[in-house]
């Protein structure tokens, strides 16, 4: 992967395709970093020139983000930086999932000039109070114990129990990679995310918006999914009905197929 200093600090990330095609931009979950799309990115790059990159904490992406609206204002110094729009002359569109989700809204709200197409996965705009224990005691967990303390937790919330047995391998790799994240910024996210409410100000987003939910989805379910998109009057809703957090992990196909219809 590449380095590059911004505005707020330093970004890794990767640009895949010919960058004459439409601009594609990943963002990526909480529980995982931009790996998560090793299994699909090529794909994308046939269609798109695709920029996937890590969020500070991940990889050796660094900055100081304490809340959502950082991190937006964050991956929007990365998106001047790369000079991702050419200047205003090139639209770009955006998947995210998970954690990714809240900060393209945020992007979407505080810097309504960098996206034309947001594509929003198993994600809302903002969390129920009942959904806010888990995250504080995450970020708990991982301030006393480290990343290790949370592992087993973080894959029974990206992936249903049926698909963790079936899949090793994957469960293993994906913890390894959340291994290298660093605890005190996972501690902040997950803080930061139980303070949110982007729902409030929703119906503010202009851009085109397509929400999908993952129906075995237990991090973010369908509810908040449905909840986010009655609140953007463009928006359009998608259901994959086998998938929890992670559909580009779970169901790359039929992810990739509904971006293809999508964009």
């Not at 964050?74 to 998106?79: I, M």
């Amino acid at each position: 992967m590449q380095q590059i200093d911004t505005k707020a600090g330093t970004a890794n990330y990767e640009t895949k395709g010919n960058s004459e095609k439409p601009t594609l931009v990943l963002f990526h979950t909480l529980l995982a970093d931009c790996s998560v799309y090793d299994g699909i990115i090529d794909e994308l790059a046939r269609k798109f020139c695709v920029t996937r990159f890590h969020f500070p904490g991940y990889g050796a992406s660094t900055g100081l983000c304490n809340s959502i609206d950082d991190y937006a204002d964050w991956t929007a110094e990365l998106f001047y930086a790369l000079d991702i729009s050419k200047n205003g002359t090139k639209p770009i569109s955006v998947f995210s999932n998970g954690f990714g989700g809240f900060v393209s809204l945020g992007l979407c709200l505080r810097h309504a000039e960098l996206v034309s197409h947001l594509v929003i996965s198993n994600s809302g705009g903002a969390f129920p109070e009942e959904r806010k224990a888990p995250l504080l005691g995450m970020a708990e967990k991982v301030r006393t114990a480290g990343i290790d303390a949370v592992l087993d937790i973080a894959m029974s919330r990206m992936f249903p129990d049926a698909f963790r047995q079936a899949n090793p391998d994957i469960i293993l790799e994906r913890k390894n990679k959340l291994l290298t994240a660093n605890p005190d910024q996972f501690a902040k996210a997950c803080q930061a995310l139980s303070q949110l409410d982007y729902l409030s100000k929703a119906s503010q987003i202009k851009c085109d918006v397509d929400v999908i939910a993952g129906l075995q989805d237990e991090t973010t379910p369908p509810s908040m999914a449905i909840e986010l998109n009655e609140r953007i009057s463009q928006a359009n809703y998608h259901e994959i009905a086998n998938s929890g957090h992670c559909p580009q992990i779970q169901q790359p196909k039929t992810l990739l197929q509904l971006i293809s219809k999508i964009l």
